[in-house]
């Protein structure tokens, strides 16, 4: 069965691509990986749960398709996984996995765990595999509309003081933006874009949300209101992601897409100085982890 939306992307053939989507454990990866995995694309699967892996493996049905298990609050786990995706020759990098995380914690690289996560984990991940894709290669982060209203604050980056779990939330999807803009100029052929998925009433994301938050967010969602544009499913949610790993000749990159079609971010997520000075804290921090 072909996926039945993801704006004109429903007769491409992804036959002899291989995907690596990020999270597809469960939720919008999860329904990512499928509908690329339905438009012929082999998916390399990434999350914690074996057992979900493994179950979205074998509903993706024949094929090469796999599944390999890495925490991302680990780097060397990230670069386990990077090493293990790079041997399958990937074309397009799903940058989905995160969360909103309640509790304030540093993880061992000392960075703040929603930041290291959501950000400093896919960034090292991307950086491994940007030498091996192709020209027509895509690099697709899944960011918020969470990141308006967010600014970087790097002196939180490596501290818990004053922890809020939405501010660090809103920060490491701005950290997305950002970062495919500052990769798009970098790339010499593939696309680096980034993207709002729209809000998922029922998904681990918004069940993870504090209370008065969650009712706010779902409310909003409900009602399709902006910020929190509301969609039904994590399948629907998925479709930004699928239409930018698959549409051809795909014209933007540095860009930042809600509902397929291209968004101006924030002003904060134009700030290429910002853009830079990410890029270099990022690149900084892994090296002083060994990596
Ligand atoms: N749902 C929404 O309404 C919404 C709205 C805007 C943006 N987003 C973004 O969409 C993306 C997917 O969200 P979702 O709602 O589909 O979330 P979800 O259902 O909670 O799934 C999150 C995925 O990320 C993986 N993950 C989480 N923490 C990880 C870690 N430490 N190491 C490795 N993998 C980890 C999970 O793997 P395991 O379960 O296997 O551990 C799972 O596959 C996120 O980037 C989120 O910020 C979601």
């Known amino acids: 069965?072909?996926?039945?939306?993801?704006?004109?992307?429903?007769?491409?053939?992804?036959?002899?691509?291989?995907?690596?989507?990020?999270?597809?454990?469960?939720?919008?990866?999860?329904?990512?990986?499928?509908?690329?995995?339905?438009?012929?694309?082999?998916?390399?699967?990434?999350?914690?749960?074996?057992?979900?892996?493994?179950?979205?493996?074998?509903?993706?049905?024949?094929?090469?398709?796999?599944?390999?298990?890495?925490?991302?609050?680990?780097?060397?786990?990230?670069?386990?996984?990077?090493?293990?995706?790079?041997?399958?020759?990937?074309?397009?990098?799903?940058?989905?996995?995160?969360?909103?995380?309640?509790?304030?914690?540093?993880?061992?690289?000392?960075?703040?765990?929603?930041?290291?996560?959501?950000?400093?984990?896919?960034?090292?991940?991307?950086?491994?595999?940007?030498?091996?894709?192709?020209?027509?290669?895509?690099?697709?982060?899944?960011?918020s509309e969470a990141h308006r209203g967010a600014s970087l604050e790097f002196e939180s980056l490596r501290s818990v003081d004053g922890y809020s779990g939405w501010r660090a939330y809103g920060r490491s999807k701005l950290a997305n933006v950002l970062h495919a803009r500052a990769l798009a100029g970098r790339l010499d052929g593939p696309a680096a874009n980034a993207l709002h998925p729209g809000v998922v009433p029922g998904s681990g994301f918004v069940r993870n949300l504090p209370a008065p938050v969650r009712s706010v967010v779902s409310l909003a969602g409900g009602l399709a209101a902006v910020p929190f544009v509301g969609v039904d499913s994590a399948a629907e949610a998925a479709q930004t992601s699928v239409y930018l790993a698959a549409a051809p000749g795909l014209a933007t990159t540095g860009g930042y897409f809600d509902d397929c079609a291209e968004r101006a971010p924030a002003a904060a997520a134009q700030d290429d100085r910002a853009a830079e000075r990410l890029w270099t804290w990022s690149a900084e921090t892994l090296d002083r982890n060994g990596h």
Do not use: C, Q
């Not at 597809?24 to 390399?44: K, P, W």
């Not at 094929?63 to 990230?78: E, P, S």
């Open 1 to 143: 069965m072909k996926p039945e939306y993801g704006a004109g992307v429903e007769e491409v053939d992804l036959s002899g691509r291989t995907v690596l989507v990020t999270g597809a454990t469960s939720g919008i990866g999860r329904e990512t990986a499928l509908a690329l995995g339905r438009l012929g694309a082999t998916v390399l699967v990434h999350g914690r749960n074996r057992d979900a892996g493994r179950a979205v493996v074998d509903e993706l049905g024949d094929g090469d398709h796999a599944f390999r298990r890495a925490d991302f609050a680990d780097l060397d786990a990230v670069e386990g996984l990077a090493e293990w995706a790079r041997e399958r020759d990937p074309a397009v990098l799903v940058n989905n996995a995160g969360g909103y995380f309640r509790e304030g914690r540093l993880t061992d690289a000392g960075v703040e765990y929603t930041f290291h996560v959501n950000h400093l984990a896919p960034f090292l991940l991307t950086e491994r595999l940007r030498p091996v894709l192709p020209d027509d290669g895509r690099v697709v982060n899944v960011s």
